[in-house]
């Protein structure tokens, strides 16, 4: 005996070109996923060794505090945000027999200097102020090795403005305008006398 089938039933039939079509996804993208750097990791980047972070990630970016070694043998040791130098942070170099010399102390802001910090030249000149994007920007004073000392503002990184340079050996100091990093307009030479 045959079965057939009842006319009164309408067959549902779905046609190739009705289907949704799903997405491709290749076997490396899930994998990739899973790798993703979250939390506190040791990373080495670069060529070398000597290239090295340790601290915390967020979506296999450096976010969180964390120390990065360079190449050139400075380290820097503070706040990242989305894998750039970002809040307080301290910018050494390595001096060897675990000895450090400071570069930069202070405020950062996509991997430049941004706010109050404290910069040390190699020239032995030592800079305490306001940077903004990299450059000393606002009020801030310069010590030189020679015992000079200007304070007063800054202009993307020359004294520009009111300011004062107090000379090293006698005390006898000169205020007045500067624009460019040169005396410039009116100002007064005060002389101690001795």
Not at 34 to 61: L, P, Q, S
Not at 143 to 148: H, K, L, Q, T
Request: aromatic share 18%; hydrophobic share 25%.
């Amino acid at each position: 005996m045959m079965i057939y089938p009842n006319p009164n039933l309408y067959y549902f039939v779905i046609m190739p070109f009705l289907k949704t079509k799903r997405e491709f996804r290749p076997w490396w993208r899930d994998a990739t996923e899973k790798v993703i750097r979250n939390g506190f990791r040791v990373a080495t980047f670069g060529k070398t060794i000597k290239d090295k972070y340790t601290g915390e990630f967020k979506n296999d970016k450096k976010h969180g505090k964390g120390v990065q070694y360079y190449e050139n043998g400075t380290f820097y040791e503070g706040d990242w945000a989305d894998g750039t130098r970002q809040g307080h942070g301290v910018l050494s170099n390595d001096c060897g027999h675990d000895m450090h010399s400071r570069i930069y102390t202070g405020m950062w802001e996509n991997d430049q200097p941004h706010g109050f910090g404290l910069k040390q030249y190699d020239d032995g000149k030592l800079y305490k102020g306001l940077f903004y994007r990299g450059y000393r920007h606002g009020h801030g004073c310069m010590y030189y090795p020679n015992g000079s000392i200007y304070m007063g503002n800054w202009i993307e990184g020359h004294r520009s403005g009111v300011g004062r340079i107090i000379q090293s050996d006698s005390k006898n100091y000169y205020e007045g305008i500067f624009q460019k990093g040169m005396k410039y307009g009116r100002g007064k030479y005060h002389h101690k006398w001795s």
